[in-house]
């Protein structure tokens, strides 16, 4: 991990602690509060990394396109319980758009998809970076569905062989985040992979939901939690510079 910046070590850290915390112990009054602090929090990073690296009208777009993919998608979800299967929000995350999906959902979706994106880059071909992108984000939330659940941020009225997780739900992020991805990928500059920090928000919201898992003894989310960890703190290098990142790629 040489070059791994020191804060974004103190960073995981710190959240791996406040997961594991908040699994273990009941929610405050307002609690979405702290949900709302902590999301800004891991997105803060990549986010404006992303507005350095894109610029302003690029990075706009972006924004604004992943963020209306995100309302619409899941609030169809949850009317209809396509893709994912039957779920609901429950009330951690705080005021829902038309009482279905948490304001907030774009400030915890994106970063996810960035760093998604970031990590799988293909310097020739889209499509396949596109489906890297999906299968990251798929495995992502293998990690943070179970965790969720556990927090009571939603709920699978109807359970699932995967810590309550139906197997749909993860048909539907292929799904979603071959969508989400394509958005990004058709919007990324050519020649260019992007700074490291792109990377850092998907890699506190996995040491978030691993500490969650790890605590809640959640065994498989908080395994898979730590491999996915392992594959992308060695790709942050650094806050100078542009080095490709290529999870998921074979040499």
């Not at 499509?127 to 890297?132: A, K």
């Not at 809640?216 to 908080?222: D, E, K, Q, T, Y």
């Amino acid at each position: 991990m040489a070059g791994l910046h020191p804060r974004l070590l103190v960073a995981a850290l710190v959240f791996s602690v406040l997961g594991a915390f908040a699994a273990r112990f009941p929610h405050p009054p307002e609690a979405w509060l702290l949900s709302l602090a902590a999301t800004s929090a891991m997105a803060a990073p990549p986010l404006v990394a992303l507005l350095r690296f894109f610029g302003p009208a690029r990075s706009f777009a972006a924004l604004v396109l992943l963020s209306a993919f995100a309302f619409a998608v899941e609030s169809f979800g949850v009317a209809t319980g396509w893709p994912y299967g039957r779920f609901y929000y429950g009330e951690a995350l705080g005021p829902r758009l038309f009482g279905l999906v948490p304001y907030l959902l774009p400030a915890s979706y994106i970063p996810l998809v960035v760093g998604a994106v970031a990590a799988t880059r293909h310097p020739r071909n889209r499509l396949p970076w596109i489906l890297r992108s999906a299968a990251l984000l798929t495995l992502v939330d293998g990690v943070l569905d179970p965790g969720a659940a556990l927090l009571g941020f939603w709920e699978w009225p109807e359970g699932g062989p995967y810590y309550g997780v139906p197997v749909s739900n993860y048909l539907g992020w292929l799904l979603s985040g071959a969508l989400s991805s394509t958005i990004l990928v058709l919007l990324w500059p050519r020649h260019s992979s992007g700074p490291p920090a792109l990377l850092d928000g998907v890699i506190l919201s996995l040491a978030f939901w691993t500490g969650a898992a790890a605590s809640g003894r959640l065994a498989v989310p908080a395994l898979l939690g730590l491999a996915l960890l392992a594959g992308l703190l060695p790709q942050r290098t650094g806050t100078r510079g542009c080095r490709r990142v290529t999870f998921l790629k074979k040499n």
